[in-house]
């Protein structure tokens, strides 16, 4: 740190120690800067001392004698304070996120300075990325594209990993695994490649107030719908009668062909004695391989082989005949399902042993 930058932060300390911090969380702004002091570590904390007046320095140092017991959420809070205040007040702006994990894991130990850092550098956005949860993973993808790769990790990074895999596979597919390998690269991001992707993030939320199709209301009523508890054929018939076409499309994703990959053995054994092979050998041309596997895994080995054969000898099949053939598999299993004579699980559920 130059003498500027180091002048300019020992007298924002000093001002700080000076009882401007605040109140945060039931602190005195006073023991807010004795914390902030005995952080500090001899040296610094004395230089901060000799800049304050007699009045300062006798309370400060009082109220530093008599902390004890001091807890790791009271000094994170201070440290945030502190650093949130410096940024403000003082002409400077540039400490890297590099340099104050050093000075901080010096003072504080890593596990904390980590803490720390996590709240001044990310929080910011967070609520923003937040806000993009809701969108078409097509639509964010598109947004992207243009980017920088290190930018689209960036921005990935922030999402939560659900969405972040469905905006990845919407991205053009020869710019994926560099995409991810950046993601992977990822351990500090500096504050200007943030300012950067705040910069992104808002020009994705401002876009937003002239999109009317982004957020898929239809598969949210339909996850909505498989999570209610008790009767939920009543609810649907309720929604039948306000709207019979759009209940048909709730239908048809909240019996989405790819839930039979979460199925148990004994449902999955179930449906491939009551489903021919036939349609097997077509539903399952171009299947997301979790489902094909669930299937194949749960056939009997000698129905397995006759499968197997049947796939080998069938070839290509128009889309519209796989898409048919998997709504009648489908119908087949919601019927089962409505009868009470199969236990279907509609969304993944947390299970225990």
């Known amino acids: 740190m130059d003498e500027l930058n180091k002048s300019d932060l020992l007298n924002n300390a000093a001002a700080s120690a000076g009882i401007a911090l605040g109140n945060a969380d039931g602190m005195t702004p006073l023991e807010q800067a004795a914390i902030l002091l005995l952080c500090m570590g001899e040296e610094p904390a004395s230089a901060v001392l000799r800049c304050l007046s007699r009045e300062e320095l006798l309370a400060v140092t009082q109220e530093m004698s008599s902390l004890s017991g001091i807890k790791v959420d009271a000094v994170k809070t201070s440290i945030q304070k502190f650093f949130d205040e410096y940024r403000e007040q003082s002409g400077v702006h540039g400490a890297s996120r590099a340099f104050l994990k050093r000075s901080l894991d010096l003072a504080l130990g ?74 992977a690269r990822l351990k500090d991001i500096d504050r200007e490649l943030l300012q950067e992707l705040e910069e992104l993030v808002n020009s994705c939320l401002d876009s937003l107030h002239t999109q009317s199709t982004l957020v898929e209301g239809m598969q949210q009523t339909a996850d909505i719908i498989n ?21 048909n499309e709730i239908e048809a994703r909240m019996y989405d062909f790819f839930i039979l990959s979460r199925q148990t053995e004994t449902v999955l054994l179930r449906l491939t004695e009551e489903v021919p092979l036939e349609m097997w050998a077509i539903a399952l041309k171009g299947a997301e391989p979790a489902v094909s596997q669930a299937i194949t895994q749960t056939m009997p080995r000698r129905q397995a082989q006759a ?37 279907l699980q509609l969304f993944a559920e947390e299970v225990v042993e």
């Open 110 to 183: 890593s596990d904390i300075a980590n803490s720390v850092l996590n709240n001044i550098y990310g929080d910011a956005i967070r609520p923003k990325m937040a806000r993009l949860q809701w969108v078409s993973p097509k639509w964010l993808a598109d947004r992207i594209a243009g980017e920088h790769v290190r930018m689209q990790a960036v921005f990935l990074a922030f999402l939560p990993p659900a969405l972040a895999g469905q905006v990845v596979d919407a991205l053009p597919q020869d710019s994926r695994d560099l995409v991810l390998v950046n993601i």
């Open 227 to 247: 999570r209610l508890p008790g009767d939920r054929a009543r609810m649907i018939e309720l929604l039948r009668g306000h709207d019979p076409e759009i209940v």
């Open 307 to 343: 499968f197997e054969a049947m796939m080998r000898r069938s070839g290509p099949v128009p889309l519209s005949r796989v898409e048919e053939v998997r709504r009648d598999i489908m119908a087949q299993v919601k019927t089962l399902a409505d009868a009470g004579e199969i236990d």
